[in-house]
């Protein structure tokens, strides 16, 4: 059984931090490009960051690059997200997800909400 649960979202004033961690089970992680999205209120989910399988390389939306960094840990089956200088445009449901072009699988996670806020 295919898993992705994230955690560490919450309220946060902006300029303040957060970590995201994205646990997976059920499917071999490390083979995985590992992907973090977001969805706001009346927009479209959006790609955020992303690690790659391999020599772990990682991209970013321009919104995010220079604050938040994405990293996987394969022993622990986990990615994480960590979010500095939050402002309030990066409110929004954060999704982890999975994939493997090999196979086409895609995974998702139930999300998890930012909320930055004074």
């Known amino acids: 059984q295919v898993q992705l649960v994230e955690s560490g979202g919450g309220l946060v004033q902006p300029g303040g931090s957060l970590r995201l961690s994205c646990t997976a089970s059920g499917f071999t992680f490390s083979s995985y490009v590992m992907s973090w999205y977001r969805q706001a209120p009346g927009k479209e989910r959006e790609l955020v960051a992303r690690i790659t399988s391999g020599n772990g390389s990682t991209n970013y939306a321009d919104s995010v690059k220079g604050r938040f960094t994405i990293s996987r840990d394969n022993a622990k089956n986990t990615v994480y997200l960590q979010m500095n200088s939050l402002k309030p445009e990066d409110t929004a449901v954060y999704y982890c997800?999975?994939?493997?072009?090999?196979?086409?699988?895609?995974?998702w996670g139930q999300g998890t909400q930012v909320t930055v806020s004074s």
């Open positions: 997800n999975g994939y493997r072009r090999a196979t086409a699988r895609n995974y």
